[in-house]
């Protein structure tokens, strides 16, 4: 069943090396990606001869449909668990030794929430970390750019029955199944999140979710690929 309309306007801000507007739906997310000389002290001891990448998450107090109340002195469950992801699904397409002693944080603030914003982050995350690689190149940093391949991720659910994916926040809150899908362009899974919300799925069901995942995932990555000119 359907997927929403995706689009993503790259260099969408003036001073973050990398960043992008991503729109899913009604969903509206900005990706930024900043570039910082030094490394967390964790990793000044383990691995001192590479860089590192995380990610933070939030959202626009007027971005759902209620009020969000921001998170100022500490994040919450969700929005820490959502942050994990992201950073996750990003290292896990980036060759960390490329760029030692450098620091990478990628934002993604929604300032419109309409479902699947998590998801919506990853991808439009991916298009920010590319061009901050470029600019690393570009100012001589680094010779070649250390994302490896790229990443994008989709909701998938089942709603009165049906397959759906990419779902919105009306679907969502009603979905008897509900999955988020992180896949890299090589068809490789970085991350299958999956919860019966209402009814039991099955083996078959999840294979059907999968398979639509997968599908969503590789319309994303094309247009990724042809928002970034990717020759890769």
């Not at 990003?90 to 450098?102: E, H, I, Q, S």
């Not at 999968?210 to 969503?216: E, F, Q, T």
Request: charged content about 30%.
């Amino acid at each position: 069943m359907k997927k929403r309309k995706t689009e993503i306007k790259r260099n969408y801000l003036m001073h973050p090396a990398g960043s992008a507007l991503i729109k899913t739906g009604k969903t509206k997310v900005i990706c930024t990606a900043s570039v910082e000389k030094g490394v967390p002290n964790f990793l000044r001891e383990i691995e001192p001869s590479q860089g590192w990448l995380t990610a933070e998450y939030s959202m626009l107090p007027g971005a759902p449909n209620k009020r969000f109340r921001r998170e100022r002195n500490k994040v919450k469950g969700r929005t820490a668990e959502i942050q994990r992801l992201i950073g996750r699904s990003l290292r896990a397409v980036v060759d960390l030794t490329k760029f030692p002693g450098y620091r990478i944080t990628v934002d993604c603030d929604v300032i419109q929430a309409d479902g699947g914003t998590r998801t919506a982050s990853i991808t439009g995350a991916c298009v920010a970390l590319y061009d901050a690689f470029q600019k690393m190149i570009e100012d001589q940093i680094i010779t070649e750019n250390p994302l490896c391949e790229l990443v994008a991720a989709v909701s998938v659910g089942i709603v009165n029955g049906d397959f759906v994916t990419d779902l919105d926040y009306e679907e969502d809150s009603k979905a008897d199944v509900d999955m988020n899908v992180v896949m890299t362009e090589s068809g490789k899974f970085v991350e299958i999140q999956g919860t019966a919300e209402n009814k039991l799925f099955s083996n078959e069901d999840l294979s059907q979710m999968l398979y639509s995942a997968k599908n969503g995932i590789q319309e994303l990555i094309k247009r990724q690929k042809s928002v970034l000119n990717y020759k890769n």
